[in-house]
């Protein structure tokens, strides 16, 4: 781990000690610790959940990304949301920290860090970071992440979440790749909701990687998520689309 990814990490640490997972969104997608140096992506998310309300709730963003060193990447989103009408939801600024060399310890570790404007002042900032994990079982990529977050100078009193991303990827072939995505939130990161408040998804993913000349790939994920438990959506269809070069 270089010197820098030392700092990173401890600093996330720091934070965590007296600061962060807002509930997933239904565009979330699950981060992974690599990081490519020098390249450039134009990233698309789109996601919608069944009613909670009278209304369906969907939500889209849209990133420019760039490896800025071997061991960070940096994007910045714009995010919408629809629920009856649709709006502009939010800037973000989103970083990921690889942290070990991949292959080298029994798994590969990163850091995500996110930092959101939401349009709505009455929400103030917030604060998403935690670790990401990764690691190969033969043809089997499994990726855990754990992640807090929250809301400062808000309106409304702060309370620090914690949820999780999970992932298991079979490579079947570069273009087309299967497997399983699961997200949930289980409320205050020291003092969890009840079960029936808590909200768990989870479904059938597919993944792709298509090589469009040079270095020019496109990259595609997409998922069809249901409910585990009785507070979160009963089907949640998610797509993330990477234009990359």
Not at 55 to 61: D, F, G, I, L, W
Not at 140 to 148: P, S
Request: glycine letters at 10%; aromatic letters at 14%; charged letters at 25%.
């Amino acid at each position: 781990m270089s010197g820098a990814s030392r700092l990173a990490l401890l600093a996330a640490i720091n934070m965590l000690s007296f600061a962060p997972l807002a509930h997933a969104g239904p565009d979330d997608y699950v981060a992974v610790p690599g990081v490519e140096y020098g390249e450039r992506e134009i990233e698309l998310r789109l996601g919608t959940a069944s009613a909670t309300d009278e209304h369906r709730q969907s939500a889209a963003s849209l990133a420019f990304g760039y490896g800025v060193t071997p061991w960070w990447s940096t994007e910045v989103y714009g995010k919408w949301h629809r629920s009856g009408a649709t709006s502009f939801d939010a800037f973000e600024w989103e970083n990921r920290f690889q942290l070990t060399e991949p292959g080298r310890y029994f798994a590969d570790f990163g850091l995500l860090v996110e930092i959101e404007r939401p349009r709505d002042r009455a929400e103030g900032y917030e604060l998403r970071l935690g670790p990401l994990m990764q690691k190969d079982f033969g043809p089997v990529q499994a990726n855990l992440n754990v992640l807090v977050e929250r809301h400062y100078r808000a309106s409304e009193p702060e309370v620090t979440e914690l949820g999780y991303q999970w992932q298991l990827r079979y490579r079947f072939r570069p273009a087309f790749d299967f497997g399983a995505q699961g997200f949930g939130e289980v409320g205050a990161w020291n003092d969890w909701a009840p079960v029936r408040e808590q909200e768990h998804v989870a479904g059938p993913a597919i993944f792709g990687k298509l090589g469009l000349g040079g270095r020019q790939v496109l990259k595609y994920d997409a998922a069809v998520l249901f409910k585990l438990s009785n507070a979160a959506p009963a089907t949640t269809v998610r797509a993330q689309l990477e234009y990359e070069f």
